[in-house]
Structures are given as structure tokens and as C-alpha cells.
């Protein structure tokens, strides 16, 4: 396929043989193959929705999506069925609903992928409606995915005026948004099946990935994707060394999923669509959202019964620290039960030291890309290099004030991505202390938390890898098939885990070196001090503690100030824009006072502190940096440029709680009509047009949304301008659920 040429998604073309996934590591025994799965989908898929201990050999499962509400609803067998016929009735009635039907294709030109689309016709297929599909991951990931006319078919995005109609383009069009829309809500699947069960190879199906780890710092055993599966990869056009990996979260039970559906709630659907492509805006590496489907009548049971819906998620890979514990675990051979919300038995298999090996090298090559020399030792430089990658994220948090919310190894990438985005926020008015998860009750995840945290799940990387590490060491050369001496794995692993204060001082370099450029490029400052952080980043912070100001406005606030202000005047003038910064600095959205401030000691103690910014900025090498960067002509006004440049850092628009619980309410309203019989999933909707206007605005955060700074004329400018405010008070701070 040329760079410039377009496929419909199930024509998209696969990596070399040598990246897929699948082709590389190991499959559970239970379908060691793609003609394996569709085996045990005609005769025993019940097995592939078990929650199970999978083999200790495994880095996967082969499955297929399977979006039913669960319990499935089966209808009991006829009365006189033998009891021994009864549970191959439920497996013959199950294997009616697995996707196992050749479909026919779309009518395209791109070359075949040789894949197949299949699809159950038996199953019971829920109206699904596209709400959206996320314009800058297409762009940056997929430019050679053809979505027919599902960017018609959206409407544009808007707060203000009447729902826009359904447009459609052609019939062909209709078709290739029609399969889109099919396989991203798991109602096809595509496969490549070969026609005998000889070589992993030649084989292509869907996956989920088999991992452990820590939740709130005490071991879990096996997790696994409960709820996630992997459909596909592709290699970006023009660079076949980077694969994007499609991965619907939502599509039913894999035998990970334990005691829970394998669905996802609307609610938690929306906030992850909209922050993965919000935090790729703000330049926090994540994990990138395509699509987002709803299921308005497929019932989930949460707190209370909600809706489901389906995301696609875009990642590199989607492998995590959890899977090289899982492997190796520092808590082998436990087995108990988890009485947590999803419920059911799960174990801790022993330690596969070939497994471990296997993924190691995988990840280490194909994943992390490390140029490392046949036979040379890699273990280590792969724990250095998830580390210095997990830093700079986690810098990118602190420095934007990001909070997680449930910073489990099992939810750490190995490439350093932001991923599983479950009880986030945002921080409003800034506390050292806040804590967006309202289940994490001692505050472990709290904003101050994280480094410490990134720190803690490294070191359970370190573990799992030490015997590896230890061995290499000794060998000097990469471990090879077979070679794990059990005399000698507790003195590698000893060896391996005496570099534990090592690795924290590189992640600790690492993230002090990142946050404070970043930090530097919000309070726009272009030379490096070493006094910057005891002197302006952390009294800043502090001074909006204090004061219980919020974080993102009084950093968009300080990109208007003026150092030239804070020089020397007669002592009868008055400062009239100082006063007036200082003015706006100290009021909420809304321009009344904040509550419990004292005017008179905030205006003393910023003065304080902008007399310090003033003497940084006015540095003779931080004004040269300005000055010489400028045309002749503009460096007279380079205050101005360099307000206009420190905006890029600081976003006017943020994605806070109170948005997304307002666009939630507005979407979770329309499938309530749904399942009312009042509208349709084609119908027009203000609510999937507020939806597509704010993921707008989260993917260009710093523009000068709702005519910043002007009178607002229209509408939407003040629908936008009200986006971009605090929102209610009694949301500030606001605390969700792991419920999802």
C-alpha cells in the first residue's frame, strides 16, 4: 500500500510477521492457535469466558469480542433433556452467538490483508450509534484508515443552537462506516484462519493479555485484560517499525475478567475517549482514543444499571509492568479470593523463567526499539529505559496537574504511556494532598503521591527481572533458552536488587530534569537556574495552596504578566495594570471573591512573589534568550511575544470533572430516549455535538477559546467561555469511582 492510499479497517494492512504480537509470544494452551480458538468456539466456548488461572507459560489468550449482557441470558433447555445433554446445550447455544460467519467485504481497491471479516448471524446485535471518532488520532495513527462518511455522518461539533441532521454520503461510503462501526463495537471480528493447526504464524485473530500485579500495594495475583481485547494491528504508513495496536475496551468477557461482565459503562467510556486525546495534547505521553460507540439498550449492572458503551484505545503496545510479573512474582504460588467489585477466585501461577525471557526480549526489541547488539545483555537497559520513560510521564503529570487515581503496577505501561484511565481529574484548586479517587481512602495515589509511586512500581519491575539481570551480570551476555540455574536464581536476584537505590536515582533525575523544563516553559522562561525550584516553582505552588487558587487559570493568568511592572515608580503613581492583574488573579470565575481569602495578604504575598518572577525574568542571559529569538522589529515588544509564546504551555481549556459529568448527563439522557422508543441511534443529537465540540477543545487547549480577553457575540463563544470556567462549586475537587 502507498503512503497516500486509504483502506476500509478490516483492508488495513498488517505489520511484518516479526512484530505482530501473537506471532512472537506465547498463547494459553487452552487455544494455541487461531484454528485452536475457533475450535473451542465451535465446541466449548464457555471456556474462553471462564475466569481461569491461565498456563504459567502464557502471555495471552486468543478470544473474540462477545459484547452480551452477563449473565448470559440462555434459554433453559426443553424439559425432557437429559441431564447430561444440558451443558452441551449451553455450549451449542453459545457457540450460535460467537462470530464464526464469513461476512462479505466492503467494495474497495486496497490490496487483501489476508484477513476475513466474520460475524454470528444468530447473535442479537444492539443498536450501536458512533458518537464520535477522535479526528487527531486518525491524523497522527491512522492516516491510511478509511472511514467512508463517518466524519459526515458525526455532524460537527457545537454547544449552541439546534441538533444538526444526519448527513450520509454514498452507498459505498454508508458501507465502509458501516463496518467500522461493526468491528470497533465487536459485532465482527476479523481473523485470518489457516486451514490447518501446524504453525502459530499463519494464523491472525484477536487477544488478551495475561498479567498480575499490585492494587494498593498488596499483591493481587493474576488480573489479566478483564474487559479489554486487542483486534488488530498496522504499521504507520512510511515507517513499518511502528505499529499501532487497536483495542476495544468493553467487548464482553475474556477469562480474565473474573467475576465481571467484560463491559463498560457509558460514564467511564467518555472519560477515557476524551482525556487519552486531551493528554496527547498537552504533550503527557497516553495512550490515544479512535472511536467511541454507545450500546443505549445493552443493560450494565454497576452501583445501579447503566448503559454500555465501547472504546477503541491506540497504543503502541499495551503491555505493562503486570506482565513481567506475572511471570516472575515476588508472591509465587498464592492462591485466595479477591472480594473486591469484580469478585471470583484468581491465583498467582509459579515463575517461568523462559516465559520472562521470551517477553523480555520481545519488549526489549520490538517494543522499547533498544538497539542492542545480538547476544548482548538487554534486561537491565529495559528496566532503565521503562524507568526514564515512566519519569517523563510522570512529570508531564505533576507539572500539568494530573491525577491518575489508581497507579497499580498492573496499570503502568512499559513504554511510559498514560493507560487505564479510570477515577482521573484534573486539579482545580490546588492542594499538595488531593486525592481524585474517592476509594483510595489513605491517599497512596494522592498528586503527591505519584513520583513516589512510579518509583514503587519500578522497583517491582527491577524484581521481576532481577534473576535476568543477576545472570547476565554474571555472564556477561544475554540469558539464553533454558539457562535458568535454580541454584543460583536467589543470588542473581540478590545482585539485580542491589541496584534498587540506582534505579531510583535515575527516575528521580529524570523527572526532576523534565518537570522543571516544563515548569520553565509555563512560567515562560527560556535559560535554566538552579535556583528556579526552591525560589519559583515550589513557592508558586504553595502561594495557590494557600490562597486556594485554581492551578490551571492562575497559570494561564501569569502568561499576561508584565515584569516591567514591578519596576520602580514615583511614590504618588499607581500601578493601574498591576492592580488590575492582581485583580483577576484573585477572583474566581465567576469575579466574586473566593470565600475565606484574605484580599489584603494574597495581594502581599503575590507581590512577593511576582517581585521575585520579575527579577528571574529580567536576568541579563533570560532576556538575551527573548530578545535574540525575535525579529529586529519585535524585539522592542517582547513582552507581548513572549505572552503570546508562554500561552502554548498553558491551556485555557481543561478537561475538569464538572465537563465531563455535564456532556455524560447530556449522552447518557439520549440512550435513556433510546431505550424509551423516543429517538433512534441515527437521530441528531446536541449531546454527541457537545461531545465532538469539547474533544475540539481538549485536542487545542491553548487556543483562546470563548474570545479570551473580548466581548463574547455569539452563543457558542459563551458556551465556550463557561467550559473554560471553575464550573459549580460544589464540583470543585470533585472525587469519582473505580466503578466503570
Known amino acids: 500500500m502507498s503512503s497516500t492510499s486509504k483502506a476500509p479497517v478490516s483492508r488495513l494492512p498488517l505489520p511484518d510477521s516479526s512484530r505482530i504480537l501473537t506471532h512472537n509470544l506465547t498463547p494459553d494452551p487452552l487455544s494455541p492457535s487461531v484454528q485452536g480458538l475457533v475450535d473451542t468456539m465451535k465446541t466449548r466456548p464457555t471456556a474462553l469466558r471462564r475466569s481461569q488461572a491461565t498456563h504459567d507459560s502464557s502471555h495471552f489468550a486468543y478470544l473474540s469480542p462477545l459484547p452480551l449482557p452477563f449473565p448470559y441470558r440462555i434459554a433453559p433447555p426443553p424439559s425432557d433433556t437429559p441431564s447430561r445433554e444440558r451443558a452441551l446445550y449451553i455450549e451449542r447455544v453459545l457457540s450460535t452467538q460467537e462470530a464464526l460467519t464469513e461476512a462479505p467485504e466492503v467494495s474497495t481497491e486496497a490490496p487483501n490483508n489476508g484477513l476475513k471479516k466474520y460475524q454470528s448471524p444468530e447473535r442479537e446485535v444492539f443498536p450501536r450509534e458512533l458518537l464520535s471518532i477522535a ?75 495475561r498479567y498480575s500485579g499490585h492494587q494498593f500495594g498488596s499483591w493481587a495475583g493474576q488480573l489479566g485484560d478483564g474487559r479489554a481485547i486487542s483486534i488488530l494491528e498496522t504499521p504507520l504508513p512510511g515507517d513499518p517499525s511502528t505499529t499501532y495496536e487497536l483495542q476495544l475496551k468493553g467487548a464482553g468477557r475474556t477469562m480474565f475478567s473474573r467475576g465481571a461482565d467484560g463491559l463498560a459503562v457509558l460514564r467511564s467510556s467518555v472519560r477515557e475517549y476524551l482525556v487519552a486525546e486531551a493528554m496527547h495534547a498537552l504533550g503527557i505521553p497516553t495512550t490515544r482514543s479512535l472511536s467511541l460507540i454507545s450500546l443505549p439498550t445493552l443493560p450494565v449492572a454497576r452501583e445501579q444499571q447503566e448503559t454500555a458503551a465501547i472504546v477503541c484505545r491506540v497504543a503502541e503496545s499495551f503491555i505493562r509492568i503486570g506482565n513481567f510479573q506475572a511471570l516472575n512474582s515476588s508472591e509465587p504460588d498464592v492462591s485466595f479470593i479477591f472480594l473486591g467489585a469484580s469478585g471470583g477466585s484468581f491465583a498467582q501461577q509459579p515463575p517461568n523463567y523462559e516465559a520472562l525471557r521470551l517477553l523480555g526480549e520481545w519488549v526489549t526489541r520490538k517494543v522499547l526499539k533498544l538497539d542492542i547488539e545480538s547476544g548482548a545483555p538487554w534486561a537491565k537497559k529495559l528496566v532503565w529505559e521503562c524507568a526514564r520513560r515512566n519519569a517523563l510521564m510522570c512529570a508531564g503529570w505533576q507539572a500539568y496537574g494530573f491525577m491518575h487515581g489508581v497507579m497499580n503496577t498492573d496499570n503502568i505501561s512499559i513504554l511510559g504511556l498514560t493507560i487505564d484511565y479510570g477515577p482521573y481529574a484534573f486539579m482545580d484548586v490546588f492542594s499538595h494532598d488531593h486525592v481524585c479517587n474517592h476509594t483510595d481512602e489513605i491517599g497512596r495515589y494522592s498528586y503527591k503521591h505519584q513520583p513516589t509511586m512510579i518509583v514503587y512500581a519500578l522497583r517491582m519491575l527491577l524484581r521481576s527481572l532481577a534473576p535476568v539481570i543477576g545472570a547476565e551480570l554474571e555472564s556477561g551476555k544475554a540469558v539464553t533458552e533454558d539457562c535458568a540455574d535454580v541454584s543460583k536464581l536467589k543470588s542473581w536476584s540478590a545482585k539485580a536488587q542491589e541496584m534498587s537505590e540506582e534505579l531510583e536515582q535515575h527516575v528521580v533525575e529524570t523527572f526532576s530534569e523534565e518537570y522543571w523544563r516544563l515548569m520553565r516553559q509555563r512560567l515562560g522562561l527560556r535559560t535554566e537556574q538552579t535556583s528556579d525550584h526552591p525560589e519559583l516553582f515550589a513557592p508558586l505552588l504553595d502561594l495557590m495552596e494557600k490562597h486556594a487558587m485554581d492551578f490551571h487559570i492562575t497559570f494561564r493568568h501569569l502568561t499576561t504578566f508584565r515584569a516591567s511592572w514591578m519596576e520602580p515608580m514615583d511614590s504618588d503613581a499607581t500601578n493601574d495594570a498591576l492592580e488590575a492583574f492582581l485583580r483577576t488573579l484573585l477572583q474566581s470565575n465567576d469575579d466574586e471573591a473566593t470565600p475565606g481569602r484574605d484580599i489584603s495578604i494574597a495581594t502581599r504575598d503575590w507581590i512577593e512573589f511576582l517581585e521575585r518572577y520579575a527579577a528571574r525574568i529580567y536576568l541579563d542571559e533570560e532576556l538575551h534568550a527573548w530578545k535574540s529569538s525575535l525579529a529586529t522589529e519585535s524585539r522592542g515588544d517582547w513582552e507581548r511575544m513572549r505572552e503570546v509564546e508562554t500561552k502554548k504551555y498553558n491551556p485555557r481549556f481543561v478537561l475538569r470533572q464538572w465537563v465531563l459529568e455535564e456532556v455524560i448527563a447530556a449522552l447518557q439522557s439520549d440512550a435513556e430516549a433510546v431505550n424509551a422508543g423516543i429517538r433512534t441511534v441515527d437521530s441528531p443529537s446536541k449531546a454527541r455535538q457537545m461531545l465532538n465540540k469539547i474533544l475540539e477543545m481538549s485536542t487545542s487547549p491553548f487556543e483562546p477559546w470563548g474570545e479570551e480577553g473580548n466581548s463574547v457575540t455569539t452563543d457558542e463563544e459563551r458556551e465556550e467561555r463557561r467550559l473554560c470556567g471553575t464550573g459549580p462549586k460544589k464540583m470543585l475537587g470533585f472525587q469519582c469511582s473505580c466503578s466503570s
Open 135 to 209: 479526528p487527531s488520532s486518525l491524523r497522527d495513527c491512522f492516516p491510511h484508515l478509511d472511514v467512508g462518511d463517518a466524519i459526515k455522518y458525526m455532524g460537527p461539533g457545537q454547544l449552541s443552537g439546534e441538533a444538526s441532521p444526519r448527513e450520509s454520503g454514498t452507498e459505498n461510503e454508508q458501507a465502509i462506516r458501516q463496518e467500522l462501526v461493526d468491528i470497533l463495537s465487536g459485532n465482527a471480528v476479523l481473523m485470518a484462519i489457516p486451514n490447518d493447526d501446524t504453525s502459530q504464524e499463519n494464523g491472525y485473530a484477536p487477544w488478551s493479555l
